[in-house]
């Protein structure tokens, strides 16, 4: 529909002032097209030239009369104009011409002779007509687009809201249900572990009540005993306490049997029956994904205790493994390792849940775990060395075999998903520590112990490097 405003070049020709009879050519710059002086629009500029030479023996006013007059009865035949029109203040000519360069009415001497010489300019009338065409475009566009609108507002968004209920339907019924198992679950876990704890605290009490039934007897025979002997002693002449031997002994034997009453582990409740690896697994998910999760604590490693077999970086959160030929002797430090590629975290911790990780990057053999600082620093032996002592609890790994190594004891654990990093959860009110991969939560392994200090975080490294992630 849209049509493009014919434009023209004007090129003046210096006898048309001289001779308006003399013919001039201009060339449409859109078609390439010749136009002679007896075209429509030419025509007028040719009458146009012939009245402003007459006027120079006729009045001035009856020549803009005349001139005004022919071109308004033109305009108003070709339906530009309803009224009177405008007229350019130079040449107080009708502004029948659009230039394209300025955007703005022109008449024809402008564009011949005057501030538009040379611009690119259309007739008017083919400048409206372009723009009439132009907003019928427009107009059009406009509804088919509304059109658009519509059909997506009664269509789409209409089918879009039944979906929207049925799919919303479906995910509360997925979310009852997934919560109904894990509730289920965790009663029947709940249940399972009440009972575990009723048995033992049973359990324990007829331990306490045997134990105070025997040493109950034992202290009444203990004290029978010893009144017989203390009376013996005072009320017996001595004639008879010398033939009294036999029955003192038998007395002082049967006394000396009782033996010393001692604690054993048989009266303490034992602290794994309220353990199970379900509940254990689903309080550490809780933790670690629940609305309280906690983050990785903001760790760097403790430069004093990095083993000269190590470097570390400048934000103190990286560990490489040296070879030896890049290896220096760092100032001697009574806290730093001597002998096995270890270094200790900055967090001493005694209360408190707090997690960290630490990513393994494609080192082959690390570390990573707790320990008391009270570990031994110096020399080879396994009182320096994580995970071979009573001291220091870690995970380790070694070409892809992870195992749980505490006090010499090692722990190989079945790892299907080989992580990229891994997480330590230590929750000090429960005595737990919590191994997990961080990109699942799974977690990898668990363990209490009654920590009797506060724990450091405890790394190694023996293969390229690792990271503490924050």
């Known amino acids: 529909m849209s049509a493009e405003p014919e434009s023209c070049n004007l090129t003046p020709v210096s006898s048309l002032q001289d001779d308006p009879d003399t013919e001039v050519e201009v060339t449409e710059s859109s078609g390439n097209l010749n136009m002679d002086l007896q075209q429509p629009i030419f025509s007028a500029l040719n009458v146009l030239q012939n009245e402003i030479h007459s006027a120079k023996d006729v009045s001035g006013l009856s020549g803009k009369v005349a001139a005004t007059s022919a071109v308004t009865t033109s305009d108003s035949e070709s339906g530009i104009f309803s009224g009177e029109s405008e007229l350019c203040v130079e040449h107080e000519s009708d502004l029948d011409w659009f230039c394209c360069s300025e955007q703005k009415l022109i008449c024809s001497h402008c564009a011949i002779m005057g501030s538009c010489q040379g611009h690119k300019v259309t007739p008017l009338a083919s400048r409206v007509t372009a723009v009439r065409n132009q907003l019928v475009d427009v107009c059009e566009k406009m509804q088919l687009?509304?059109?658009?609108?519509?059909?997506?507002?009664?269509?789409?968004?209409?089918?879009?809201?039944?979906?929207?209920?049925?799919?919303?339907?479906?995910?509360r019924e997925r979310v009852v249900a997934q919560v109904s198992v894990v509730r289920e679950a965790v009663e029947e876990e709940e249940q399972l572990l009440l009972e575990a704890v009723q048995r033992e605290e049973e359990r324990v009490e007829q331990c306490l009540l045997t134990q105070r039934a025997h040493w109950g007897q034992?202290?009444?025979?203990?004290?029978?005993?010893?009144?017989?002997?203390?009376?013996?002693?005072?009320n017996t002449p001595d004639i008879q306490l010398a033939t009294f031997g036999q029955e003192i002994a038998e007395r002082v034997e049967d006394a000396e049997g009782v033996g010393e009453p001692y604690d054993t582990d048989q009266?303490?409740?034992?602290?794994?029956?309220?353990d199970s690896k379900l509940m254990r697994g689903l309080w550490a998910s809780a933790i670690l994904l629940g609305p309280t999760a906690y983050g990785s604590a903001h760790l760097t490693f403790d430069e004093r205790t990095v083993s000269s077999l190590l470097s570390l970086s400048e934000d103190l959160c990286t560990l490489t493994f040296l070879p030896k030929r890049s290896r220096q002797s760092p100032p001697y430090d009574p806290a730093r390792f001597d002998s096995w590629p270890n270094a200790l975290g900055t967090l001493a911790i005694s209360s408190g849940t707090h997690s960290w990780v630490m990513d393994m990057g494609e080192s082959g053999a690390f570390k990573m775990g707790v320990c008391y600082a009270s570990m031994g620093r110096k020399g080879s032996g396994n009182d320096s060395r994580l995970g071979y002592n009573a001291q220091s609890w870690v995970i380790s790994k070694y070409d892809w075999d992870f195992s749980f190594c505490h006090a010499g004891k090692n722990t190989p654990l079945h790892v299907i998903h080989k992580p990229k990093s891994l997480g330590l959860l230590l929750d000090w009110p429960s005595q737990t520590l919590v191994f997990y991969d961080?990109?699942?939560?799974?977690?990898?392994?668990?363990?209490?112990?009654?920590?009797?200090?506060?724990?450091?975080?405890?790394?190694?490294?023996?293969?390229?490097?690792?990271?503490?992630?924050?």
């Open 267 to 274: 009266l303490n409740l034992n602290a794994g029956c309220c």
């Open 218 to 234: 034992a202290l009444a025979m203990l004290t029978q005993t010893r009144t017989f002997l203390v009376h013996t002693l005072t």
């Open 438 to 470: 961080p990109d699942s939560s799974a977690v990898l392994h668990s363990v209490r112990h009654a920590f009797s200090s506060p724990l450091l975080p405890a790394f190694a490294v023996a293969d390229r490097s690792i990271t503490i992630l924050h």
């Open 145 to 171: 687009q509304a059109q658009r609108i519509e059909r997506f507002i009664n269509k789409t968004l209409t089918a879009k809201e039944l979906t929207l209920q049925v799919e919303a339907s479906r995910a």
